[in-house]
Nanobody
Framework: QVQLVESGGGSAQAGGSLRLSCVAS????????MGWYRQAPGKQRELVSY???????HYADSVKGRFTISRDNAKRTVWLQMNSLKPEDTAVYYC??????????WGQGTQVTVFS
């Protein structure tokens, strides 16, 4: 099964930017939608954004206009560009499939910490 490795997290000041990357060990060409999720301490994991093969994207209201998702099937990579970061964006970020087919194995995630 496809393995996912997230990277790019770190600490940033509010208003700053980070770019997350997710590299798949296998092909993601056949996976219609790949998404980014996040889990803050004491909260459930939530969908942040997803991108379909056809180029459609979706964003949670909380990140709309600030985050941009992109994917390159040839590079087996999904990115999440995060701008205008807020302290409430602090969480562990994961990538995974979105939609039918069930989740792939979860990676270790990448920690994002935003301080004011």
């Amino acid at each position: 099964q496809v393995q996912l490795v997230e990277s790019g997290g770190g600490s940033a000041q509010a208003g700053g930017s980070l770019r997350l990357s997710c590299v798949a060990s296998g092909s993601i060409f056949s996976i219609d939608a790949m998404g980014w999720y996040r889990q803050a301490p004491g909260k459930q994991r939530e969908l942040v954004s997803y991108a379909t093969i056809g180029g459609n994207t979706h964003y949670a209201d909380s990140v709309k206009g600030r985050f941009t998702i992109s994917r390159d099937n040839a590079k087996r990579t999904v990115w999440l560009q995060m701008n205008s970061l807020k302290p409430e964006d602090t969480a562990v970020y994961y990538c995974n499939r979105w939609g039918p087919g069930g989740y792939l194995n979860w990676g270790q995630g990448t920690q994002v910490t935003v301080f004011s």
